[in-house]
């Protein structure tokens, strides 16, 4: 049966919180504190908090220098993830990502479909792994980062959670991986 193992030792990992947008800042960015609010409550660290402009080399760069960053283990952008012109955050996830966790993305817009019903396809939330941290794309309302973390983030990152969750397999990421 799935759901949080008590018996089990609660693992708070380092999260980096990037918004992806044109316009936000730390002081209107909602999407991003509700993120931050989620994580930290649930016992988690913040690591890192930035905004970033909706421009594929800058979110690029900025995502290399957090999966280089020995304090950061996981990265959770907001924003970027539409279908415009200005909505690149998926395509900077395919530059930098080792490998895609296509399941993220497919159960967000299941998730999302209960909710805003067919509007759910005009999200491309994404994820996966890069030198050992996991990445994760969310929209880039405050419902879509809610969504992520109440219905799926803060289960697979609680090494609690049973049957299997993201956090027991972070030592294993690197396997076969060449020093």
């Known amino acids: 049966m799935a759901g949080i193992d008590e018996g089990r030792k609660f693992v708070p990992v380092r999260i980096a919180v990037v918004t992806v947008s044109d316009t936000r800042t730390l002081e209107t960015d909602t999407s991003g504190q509700v993120l931050i609010d989620r994580l930290t409550q649930g016992g988690h660290e913040l690591a890192h908090r930035a905004i ?5 080399d800058k979110i690029v760069a900025l995502l290399k220098e957090l999966i280089a960053d020995h304090k950061v283990d996981i990265i959770l952008t907001t924003g970027g ?13 395919d530059q930098v990502c080792e490998k895609k966790i296509e399941g993220f993305g497919e159960l967000f817009r299941m998730l999302s479909y209960q909710k805003v019903g067919t509007s759910a396809l005009q999200s491309r939330a994404t994820a996966g792994v890069a030198n050992g941290k996991y990445l994760f794309a969310i929209p880039g309302s405050p419902g879509a980062c809610k969504d992520a973390w109440d219905d799926i983030l803060k289960f697979q990152l609680d090494a609690r959670h049973r049957p299997c969750n993201f956090i027991e397999l972070i030592p294993r990421l690197k396997e076969g991986k060449r020093a």
């Open 81 to 93: 993830t539409g279908v415009t012109g200005r909505d690149t955050t998926p395509e900077a996830y």
């Open 52 to 56: 970033v402009k909706d421009d594929i």
